[in-house]
């Protein structure tokens, strides 16, 4: 039903209607809202119509109870949001941890792999001065050469993919590494020492005997059988061929007496050392000579410059090493490097 403009006293009745309402309301309060029924009424303003809703005292009483439950279902999934963004950043935190810890251990074990690299060569060289120093092979030596794993090792990284039993896999790996380096640095340590005893009891003969490479360059031919350089099939060459610039000079690789300095048919200008009754080095294709026989020089000094004398394809050196007056190979009896 549509009503015309409120008047005063219309007004008046319903604010008494609200007065009254109020009055009662502490009564409704100890009343069941069972059957009950609620008017909203609307009164935008004094010229507009006044709009009336009726509500039962059911749909407050449901809409109450689903008002609670949905504060109730925000509430637990506000909390189970705040534990699941709290666990997520644990997680990542330690997954974080987690790859910084196996690039770490991938780290150690690179390093293992050096070490264990490092005590080989270590073992290698010792073989090499015990040859040149012709004393008895250690056993300690032996137990270093032969230190490692299998012969085909899984990668780290490969092992950390296959998860929890890939990782113990490479800890027992890097486990029984670092017992065998240990072990075998205790083994070469022992062999070392007496090795040193060896050299200093031979001190003497360890300056005659050769042991440095003679001059800087690349090694351009080996000791042993090769096609000829001169086109006449295969002969055997007795020495190292080191090519290198004009003018690089040539060192003795230990101390003796020159028992040569001039001209050879072959190697053209040469320098032959008596180093012992038994072993001698020979520089052919030398530019220039510089020292003169029976000259008494010391692992070194300067005997020569690099050239191309004699029978020769270009600028290099023939280093040669005798031994009992027969070529021996002269890498038997270098140590150092380049």
């Known amino acids: 039903m549509i009503r015309g403009p409120i008047h005063d006293s219309e007004v008046a009745d319903i604010r008494e209607g609200f007065s009254s ?16 029924k609620f008017t909203v009424l609307v009164v935008p303003s004094p010229n507009d119509r ?17 008002g609670l439950v949905f504060l109730a279902i925000a ?3 506000s909390i189970l949001a705040f534990i699941l963004f709290e666990k997520e950043a644990r997680m990542i ?5 987690s790859r910084l810890q196996k690039e770490e251990i991938v780290r150690i074990y690179r390093r293992l792999q050096d070490i264990h690299s490092t005590m080989v060569d270590v073992a290698k060289l010792e073989r090499k001065v015990r040859l040149i120093m012709n004393t008895t092979e250690s056993n300690s030596s032996n137990v270093a050469l032969g230190l490692g794993g299998p012969e085909q090792s899984v990668a780290p990284s490969v092992l950390i993919q296959k998860g929890r039993r890939g990782m113990e896999d490479l800890m027992t790996e890097m486990d029984r590494q670092i017992g065998d380096i240990e072990h075998g640095v205790l ?21 005659f005997t050769p042991s440095i490479w003679p001059a800087h360059g690349v090694v351009t031919s080996r000791f042993g059988w ?17 090519a290198g610039s004009m003018g690089t000079p040539i060192i003795a690789t230990a101390s003796g007496t020159v028992s040569l300095a001039g001209w050879d048919q072959g190697f053209g200008k040469t320098v032959v050392i008596d180093h012992t009754s038994s072993i ?11 020292v003169y026989e029976g000259e008494h020089v010391k692992r070194g000094d300067v005997i020569g410059y690099l050239g191309n004398s004699g029978l020769s394809t270009g600028p290099h050196l023939h280093y040669q090493i005798m031994v009992n007056r027969s070529p021996v ?6 140590l150092n490097r380049f």
């Open 93 to 97: 935190a330690l997954q974080h941890q």
């Open 75 to 77: 509430g637990v999934f």
């Open 329 to 334: 190979n002269p890498r038997r009896y270098i």
């Open 21 to 36: 309402e109020g009055q009662e309301e502490n009564i409704m309060d100890t009343k069941s809202l069972k059957g009950k």
């Open 50 to 66: 006044i709009r009336r809703y009726e509500i039962s005292g059911r749909w407050i009483r449901w809409g109450g109870a689903a």
């Open 226 to 242: 090769r096609t000829s350089p001169f086109g006449l099939g295969r002969d055997f060459h007795p020495g190292l061929d080191i």
């Open 187 to 207: 083994n070469q340590e022992e062999s070392l020492a007496g090795l040193k005893h060896v050299i200093q009891d031979r001190q003497t003969e360890w300056a």
């Open 280 to 290: 001698s080095t020979l520089y052919g294709h030398l530019e220039k000579v510089a």
